[in-house]
T-cell receptor
Framework: EDQVTQSPEALRLQEGESSSLNCSYTVSGLRGLFWYRQDPGKGPEFLFT???AGEEKEKERLKATLTKKESFLHITAPKPEDSATYLC??????????FGGGTRVLVKP | GAVVSQHPSRVICKSGTSVKIECRSL??????MFWYRQFPKQSLMLMATSNEGSKATYEQGVEKDKFLINHASLTLSTLTVTSAHPEDSSFYIC????????????FGPGTRLTVL
C-alpha cells in the first residue's frame, strides 16, 4: 500500500527564516510526486511535479527536490504570503494520488 | 490554463434532502475526474474516480448509493449527495487530470456542504 508521511505537521517561521518541509514516501513504481499549496477554505493549488531521483524544480521562493525515498520543499526567505498548508502526493499505477497529511506553515512578519 | 471550477461553493441543506455539486474543467478535456472529501485540519481523502462515459470507481468504504457520480461529458462531472445527514457535512473537492505530458491533477476551489 502506498504511504506518504509529511513532517513537521506545523511550522512557524519568522519572515526571512528559510526552512525545509519533508515528504517521505513508500510506493511501488513511482509515477510522479506532486506538491500542492492549499489556503484555508480553498482547493489545492499545483506547485511542482517530480519524476525521478535527483530532479529539482523551482518557483519563486520554493524549491522541490526528490530522492528515492523522500522529497523536500525548501522555502527560502519566506514572506507572510507563503503561509499555507503544503501537501505532498504520490502517484503509482493508475491515476490515483495518495496524499500526505500536510504541513501547516505560518510565516510571521 | 488548467482551470477547474466547482458549483456551488457553499450549500446549506436540511437533513434528508439531496445536493448536487458540479465540477467543470474550463480549458481542457478530462476523461477522468476525481472526488475528494476533506475534514477540518486533515488531508484529502479520495472518494471516487469519475470516468467519462462509464461508471465511477469508488474507494473502499464509500457508499456508491449515497454519493452518486455522473461524468456525462469530457468537461463535467457531478457528485450528488443523496438523503444528506449532518455527518455528510464536509468540504468536497474535485480534480481533473490534464492528459498532457505531466498528467497533473488540477483541483477545483471546493464546495462546503453543511447539513442541518
Amino acid at each position: 500500500e502506498d504511504q506518504v508521511t509529511q513532517s513537521p505537521e506545523a511550522l512557524r517561521l519568522q519572515e526571512g527564516e528559510s526552512s525545509s518541509l519533508n515528504c517521505s514516501y513508500t510506493v511501488s513504481g513511482l509515477r510522479g510526486l506532486f506538491w500542492y499549496r492549499q489556503d484555508p477554505g480553498k482547493g489545492p493549488e499545483f506547485l511542482f511535479t517530480l519524476y525521478s531521483a535527483g530532479e529539482e524544480k523551482e518557483k519563486e521562493r520554493l524549491k522541490a527536490t526528490l530522492t528515492k525515498k523522500e522529497s523536500f520543499l525548501h522555502i527560502t526567505a519566506p514572506k507572510p504570503e507563503d503561509s499555507a498548508t503544503y501537501l505532498c502526493a504520490v502517484r503509482a499505477a493508475g491515476n490515483k494520488l495518495t496524499f500526505g497529511g500536510g504541513t501547516r506553515v505560518l510565516v510571521k512578519p | 490554463g488548467a482551470v477547474v471550477s466547482q458549483h456551488p461553493s457553499r450549500v446549506i441543506c436540511k437533513s434528508g434532502t439531496s445536493v448536487k455539486i458540479e465540477c467543470r474543467s474550463l480549458d481542457f478535456q478530462a476523461t477522468t475526474m476525481f472526488w475528494y472529501r476533506q475534514f477540518p485540519k486533515q488531508s484529502l481523502m479520495l472518494m471516487a474516480t469519475s470516468n467519462e462515459g462509464s461508471k465511477a470507481t469508488y474507494e473502499q468504504g464509500v457508499e456508491k448509493d449515497k454519493f452518486l457520480i455522473n461524468h456525462a461529458s469530457l468537461t463535467l462531472s457531478t457528485l450528488t449527495v443523496t438523503s444528506a445527514h449532518p455527518e455528510d457535512s464536509s468540504f468536497y473537492i474535485c480534480s481533473a487530470g490534464d492528459r498532457g505530458v505531466t498528467d497533473t491533477q488540477y483541483f477545483g476551489p471546493g464546495t462546503r456542504l453543511t447539513v442541518l
